[in-house]
């Protein structure tokens, strides 16, 4: 026990003292790679370079100055001039997203200016955007044999024909400059100003459809509507999820079924109601467990306006990472 605590601190003090050139950032802190990158393991951080890696090419990294206004080179950067490891870039990144840090603690620890981290934060995470939507194409929507060969048994034996669970989610935001932005972004249910995005996984618990963000104001049925979504159902497919989805109609165009807790009658419910609604309560709850795992980067906590351009890459990249975990249903 008295090793593993030593082994963490000095892990803790070589990440404030930051690295030499020979040895890389992401090494320095592997125990705790979880606490910075999000990733389960120092194995999944290297699968992620691996896939990223035939990109890299492309990125034109730092020069190591920094240019100040009419293109003159102001002061140098903090620290020693050196070229960042696409490594230690893709960890800069991981830990903005995960933990928010701001410019200036990264600036500190990476030995550059903030100036810097913002232009490395943007081009890594737009490096991962266009690789997971161009390359690998995810999130994926899986067949329908894909979904019942991994089908858990809690829904076998209740909804078999589940295709999967839906849910939409908000995120603050910065309150707009624009007064038409921020009408359009104002939650009447959150009480302030934010983003919003319908997430859906399969019965298994993996993400397989990521809207693009609305504004706060946008309801939950014209974003199923404009979406895309429905247009993977299938006949024969059922989807879960909460009462509030007013859908029934559009999914019965699809010829699919729409599972929702039963509304209230005649002030109570019935028995048999109320057995469907713990039911589908029971259930549906993966969902919700889905998005807080996306919402443990913590950059999604309050979305400044200054990434309202790329707020579609940030949920996108963390929500996709996010699927790194664990399977969510066994």
Known sequence: MIGSTDAHIACLVSFHYFCTDSFPIFCVVSLLLGFYTGLPSEEHFCALIKFLSPCFSEITMWSGTRTGT????????????????????????????????????????????????????????????????????????PSRPSVDACMPQSFQDLYPTTRCIIDCTEFPIQIPA????????WSSYKNRNTIKALVAITPSGSICVLSHVYGGSVSDREISQ?????????????????????????????????????????????????????????????????????????????????????????????????????????
Request: some cysteine; proline content about 4%; charged content about 20%.
């Open 70 to 141: 009419g293109g003159q080179t102001s002061c140098p950067q903090r620290g020693h001039a050196r070229l960042l490891s696409h490594e230690d870039g893709m960890f800069l990144t991981l830990m903005k997203l995960k933990l928010d840090c701001p410019n200036e603690d990264l600036a500190q620890r990476f030995l550059m200016s903030t100036g810097t981290v913002s232009r490395l934060f943007t081009t890594y995470l737009a490096l991962m955007y266009n690789k997971f939507v161009n390359g690998a194409k995810l999130p994926a929507w």
């Open 226 to 330: 404009t979406s895309g979504f429905l247009e993977f159902l299938v006949p024969g497919d059922s989807v879960m999820a909460d009462k509030g989805f007013t859908i029934a109609d559009l999914c019965r165009e699809r010829r699919a079924v729409l599972n929702i807790p039963p509304f209230i009658r005649d002030s109570q419910l019935s028995h048999e109601d109320l057995l469907s609604t713990r039911r589908i309560a029971s259930l549906r709850v993966h969902v919700e467990r889905a998005i807080e795992r996306i919402k443990n980067f913590h950059i999604l906590d309050h979305i400044p306006s200054a990434y309202f351009d790329i707020s579609n890459h940030l949920l996108f990249v963390c929500t996709i990472l996010s699927d790194f975990n664990a399977q969510l249903i066994t």
């Open 178 to 185: 624009d007064p038409d932005t921020q009408r359009v972004t």
